[in-house]
């Protein structure tokens, strides 16, 4: 398919002609086959728009904004209580609110994008409030927070604070929370939108994209973990807060100068009120028995859906309950005669696909959230190990904390050797044309990894306890093995993280219906999150079945009395029991089928186990 570019010309059954001077030339240029257009509504030129242009101005910004949110998030429960004084209970509870409404609001944002404003202005607006709060928390800080002066290192408690300005404090980090999770899962759909996946050239990059999204995630964040958490950590906060600011500023302002190069994706209308229609429609003809093919159910006539032009999704079997909004009675004839047809009694084929297209994706996204679980130990339980292990080398104090630069560097390690070795390897060693891995297949296998990661741990630790009780007489010390015995564990964590959560990316993204795309990032998101709290239910669980009286439970706070590897090992049973109904899932799982621009484009294809 092509479009026509008309400069001066004049037009003439479309097609554009250009003076040179001596002759009339025709000039026509490609145009994008998955339905973008540019920023002024019309197609998109493929030459013109899109691609690593625009796709490198996205990566640097989520480096950058990512790098200014783990600024303040790394070292926030150290700010509450060295600067406002609250003590450890409260701030870890202030701060997992903090953080759990972070992920709240990426499914708002998610919503806002697919329904009503589009990727590129709820990317924007949120970057805006994401900026806002920054400033504010950097002024507050500096202004009001940090008195007496030299206070927040740890040393030095700062003063009271009057209501004005802990309120002010709140308000800034929640308008941060509010503009990072709004902007998260958006900026990830609009950077997929650069590379059209019916052009096989770009489809391969669009799956390139994915992994170096969530390679520019980590490097931003290790930054923060570094040197910004070094400074923060010395009591100059303001000196972090203003250096976020600046680096948030610096993203918006780079990503605003790649507007004319944005592809988009027009938004498609509240998806909670089609997915109502679709069942209470169905609902009303429970009785009516529909052709296995389903030749008789609605659909509008030409290529594009009624989802403000969006693809049609073709008609797959399974959820045949739901079939029955789209079949056609006879007084639904009469109203289409009329012009009176109503979502509510008659969907279309697409419409109903996309329920089902979310139904079939929600056993994946369980799968994933024990995945999580495993992940999250790495910012809690590895650190306390850690901490318990011999942390000085040649006279150098290793924090605990910072071992989770091993894993960032495994992550881009790993990114590095999927896409150019293994990658290209799998393609090879399958038959002719055939793609790598697929990204259900890439899940399973970070969760055979992330297994792996919890046997390590747990054997790391078997040996620590054993070094403990031969070093100490009332074993209160630390272990005299040292803390770099950790890096098999971060290690695998992140090499499980490249599979796992790069695949998330690419899966979610690409089965996701067109009016949903955003929604399918926000799942990673969330996935994430719950983890979080599955993660603390199940420690809780263990300790209360644990402990009895004289017997302090796996996890005490002295681990040298309790059984961390115990712990692991039971995380290793419980995501290798994951892994085994993981499979299940994936081997059910049937994919979109999407009719496209050039004809039908199975996607079941990318995602079959």
Same mark, same amino acid.
């Given at each position: 398919?092509?479009?026509?570019?008309?400069?001066?010309?004049?037009?003439?059954?479309?097609?554009?002609?250009?003076?040179?001077?001596?002759?009339?030339?025709?000039?026509?240029?490609?145009?994008?086959?998955?339905?973008?257009?540019?920023?002024?509504?019309?197609?998109?030129?493929?030459?013109?728009?899109?691609?690593?242009?625009?796709?490198?101005?996205?990566?640097?910004?989520?480096?950058?904004?990512?790098?200014?949110?783990?600024?303040?998030?790394?070292?926030?429960?150290?700010?509450?209580?060295?600067?406002?004084?609250?003590?450890?209970?409260?701030?870890?509870?202030?701060?997992?609110?903090?953080?759990?409404?972070?992920?709240?609001?990426?499914?708002?944002?998610?919503?806002?994008?697919?329904?009503?404003?589009?990727?590129?202005?709820?990317?924007?607006?949120?970057?805006?409030?994401?900026?806002?709060?920054?400033?504010?928390?950097?002024?507050?800080?500096?202004?009001?927070?940090?008195?007496?002066?030299?206070?927040?290192?740890?040393?030095?408690?700062?003063?009271?604070?009057?209501?004005?300005?802990?309120?002010?404090?709140?308000?800034?980090?929640?308008?941060?929370?509010?503009?990072?999770?709004?902007?998260?899962?958006?900026?990830?759909?609009?950077?997929?939108?650069?590379?059209?996946?019916?052009?096989?050239?770009?489809?391969?990059?669009?799956?390139?994209?994915?992994?170096?999204?969530?390679?520019?995630?980590?490097?931003?964040?290790?930054?923060?973990?570094?040197?910004?958490?070094?400074?923060?950590?010395?009591?100059?906060?303001?000196?972090?807060?203003?250096?976020?600011?600046?680096?948030? !500023?610096?993203?918006?302002?780079?990503?605003?100068?790649?507007?004319?190069?944005?592809?988009?994706?027009?938004?498609?209308?509240?998806?909670?009120?089609?997915?109502?229609?679709?069942?209470?429609?169905?609902?009303?003809?429970?009785?009516?028995?529909?052709?296995?093919?389903?030749?008789?159910?609605?659909?509008?006539?030409?290529?594009?859906?009624?989802?403000?032009?969006?693809?049609?999704?073709?008609?797959?079997?399974?959820?045949?309950?739901?079939?029955?909004?789209?079949?056609?009675?006879?007084?639904?004839?009469?109203?289409?005669?009329?012009?009176?047809?109503?979502?509510?009694?008659?969907?279309?084929?697409?419409?109903?696909?996309?329920?089902?297209?979310?139904?079939?994706?929600?056993?994946?996204?369980?799968?994933?959230?024990?995945?999580?679980?495993?992940?999250?130990?790495?910012?809690?339980?590895?650190?306390?190990?850690?901490?318990?292990?011999?942390?000085?080398?040649?006279?150098?104090?290793?924090?605990?904390?910072?071992?989770?630069?091993?894993?960032?560097?495994?992550?881009?390690?790993?990114?590095?050797?999927?896409?150019?070795?293994?990658?290209?390897?799998?393609?090879?060693?399958?038959?002719?044309?055939?793609?790598?891995?697929?990204?259900?297949?890439?899940?399973?296998?970070?969760?055979?990894?992330?297994?792996?990661?919890?046997?390590?741990?747990?054997?790391?630790? !078997?040996?620590?306890?054993?070094?403990?009780?031969?070093?100490?007489?009332?074993?209160?010390?630390?272990?005299?093995?040292?803390?770099?015995?950790?890096?098999?564990?971060?290690?695998?964590?992140?090499?499980?993280?490249?599979?796992?959560?790069?695949?998330?990316?690419?899966? !979610?993204?690409?089965?996701?219906?067109?009016?949903?795309?955003?929604?399918?990032?926000?799942?990673?998101?969330?996935?994430?999150?719950?983890?979080?709290?599955?993660?603390?239910?199940?420690?809780?669980?263990?300790?209360?079945?644990?402990?009895?009286?004289?017997?302090?439970?796996?996890?005490?706070?002295?681990?040298?009395?309790?059984?961390?590897?115990?712990?692991?090992?039971?995380?290793?049973?419980?995501?290798?029991?994951?892994?085994?109904?993981?499979?299940?899932?994936?081997?059910?799982?049937?994919?979109?089928?999407?009719?496209?621009?050039?004809?039908?484009?199975?996607?079941?294809?990318?995602?079959?186990?």
């Amino acid at each position: 398919m092509a479009c026509l570019e008309v400069h001066k010309e004049t037009k003439i059954m479309g097609l554009g002609y250009v003076e040179d001077g001596t002759k009339i030339r025709k000039e026509q240029e490609e145009c994008t086959l998955d339905g973008t257009v540019d920023r002024k509504g019309r197609p998109a030129i493929r030459r013109r728009t899109g691609r690593w242009v625009a796709g490198t101005l996205i990566l640097v910004n989520q480096g950058l904004a990512t790098l200014a949110f783990f600024g303040v998030g790394v070292n926030l429960v150290l700010f509450l209580t060295r600067v406002l004084q609250q003590d450890n209970a409260d701030a870890a509870n202030n701060v997992s609110k903090w953080t759990g409404t972070v992920y709240i609001f990426s499914l708002a944002g998610a919503f806002l994008s697919d329904s009503y404003w589009g990727r590129y202005k709820t990317c924007a607006i949120f970057q805006a409030i994401y900026v806002l709060g920054l400033i504010s928390l950097s002024l507050s800080t500096y202004l009001f927070l940090l008195k007496p002066s030299g206070c927040g290192d740890g040393k030095s408690l700062c003063g009271p604070h009057s209501t004005f300005e802990m309120g002010l404090f709140y308000l800034s980090v929640y308008l941060i929370a509010l503009g990072y999770g709004g902007y998260q899962p958006t900026i990830a759909t609009l950077g997929a939108d650069q590379f059209d996946d019916e052009d096989p050239k770009e489809g391969h990059s669009k799956m390139a994209f994915f992994s170096y999204f969530y390679l520019a995630l980590n490097l931003g964040s290790l930054f923060s973990n570094t040197i910004l958490g070094y400074f923060e950590d010395k009591g100059l906060w303001a000196l972090g807060f203003w250096a976020s600011s600046g680096s948030a !500023f610096v993203g918006l302002v780079l990503f605003l100068v790649g507007t004319p190069r944005y592809r988009h994706c027009k938004p498609s209308g509240n998806p909670l009120s089609r997915f109502c229609q679709v069942v209470v429609a169905a609902s009303k003809k429970w009785r009516f028995e529909i052709s296995p093919g389903g030749e008789d159910l609605y659909e509008v006539d030409g290529k594009e859906s009624t989802l403000n032009g969006g693809r049609k999704i073709l008609h797959t079997q399974g959820f045949k309950f739901l079939d029955r909004a789209a079949y056609i009675t006879s007084k639904d004839l009469s109203l289409q005669d009329q012009g009176l047809r109503s979502p509510w009694h008659l969907c279309t084929i697409t419409q109903v696909e996309e329920v089902k297209c979310i139904l079939r994706l929600l056993p994946i996204w369980l799968c994933t959230i024990l995945y999580s679980v495993v992940f999250t130990q790495m910012a809690s339980l590895f650190v306390e190990q850690g901490a318990a292990m011999k942390t000085t080398i040649l006279g150098f104090h290793v924090p605990p904390a910072s071992m989770s630069s091993f894993d960032i560097l495994s992550v881009a390690a790993f990114i590095f050797i999927y896409r150019r070795v293994l990658d290209p390897l799998v393609r090879r060693l399958r038959k002719k044309g055939a793609k790598g891995l697929t990204e259900l297949q890439r899940m399973g296998i970070g969760l055979i990894i992330a297994i792996l990661a919890m046997v390590s741990a747990g054997t790391v630790e !078997f040996y620590r306890l054993k070094y403990a009780k031969k070093d100490c007489t009332n074993c209160e010390g630390s272990s005299s093995l040292s803390i770099f015995w950790q890096i098999p564990q971060y290690v695998l964590i992140g090499a499980s993280e490249v599979f796992m959560y790069v695949g998330q990316l690419e899966f !979610f993204n690409g089965q996701a219906p067109e009016g949903l795309k955003s929604f399918g990032s926000a799942l990673c998101m969330t996935s994430i999150s719950l983890g979080n709290y599955v993660s603390s239910l199940l420690v809780t669980i263990v300790m209360k079945i644990s402990s009895d009286g004289q017997i302090p439970g796996w996890i005490p706070g002295n681990l040298n009395k309790g059984h961390l590897d115990w712990f692991y090992f039971l995380l290793a049973v419980l995501t290798t029991l994951d892994l085994v109904v993981y499979v299940a899932c994936a081997k059910w799982y049937k994919g979109i089928k999407l009719e496209g621009k050039c004809g039908e484009a199975e996607i079941d294809e990318h995602g079959r186990f």
